[in-house]
């Protein structure tokens, strides 16, 4: 059973950056080959993909996210990484660490404000 747990500050003010970190188990970050991925839901809107890191290291990202967002893993602890900078608070939302598109964290409040 794949388990997914997101962790990180559930309040950023503006212009700070976002750092948020899953934590995976059931399954290693470099086996398969799939990919692990952040998604958010920002309030009353549909979910936003945000990025993915695959089993071999290769990263990417959304075209509208990419200029702000940096995603990284730690193999040795099994767990990947989201930041996120400048953010407004166009940027709250539940954001969601999936793995293989199937597998799904709780989620994550993260609120924008100052």
């Known amino acids: 059973q794949v388990q997914l747990q997101e962790s990180g500050p559930g309040l950023v003010q503006p212009s700070q950056t976002l750092s948020l970190t899953c934590t995976v188990s059931?399954?290693?970050?470099?086996?398969?080959?799939?990919?692990w991925s952040w998604i958010r839901q920002p309030p009353g809107k549909g979910l936003e993909w945000i990025g993915v890191?695959?089993?071999?290291?290769?990263?990417g990202y959304s075209p509208s996210l990419e200029s702000r967002t940096s995603i990284s893993r730690d193999t040795s602890k099994n767990q990947f990484s989201l930041q996120l900078s400048s953010v407004t608070p166009e940027d709250t939302a539940v954001y969601y660490c999936v793995g293989y598109l199937t597998y799904w964290g709780q989620g994550t409040q993260v609120t924008v404000a100052a």
């Open positions: 890191i695959t089993w071999d290291g290769r990263i």
């Open positions: 059931g399954d290693s970050l470099t086996a398969n080959g799939y990919g």
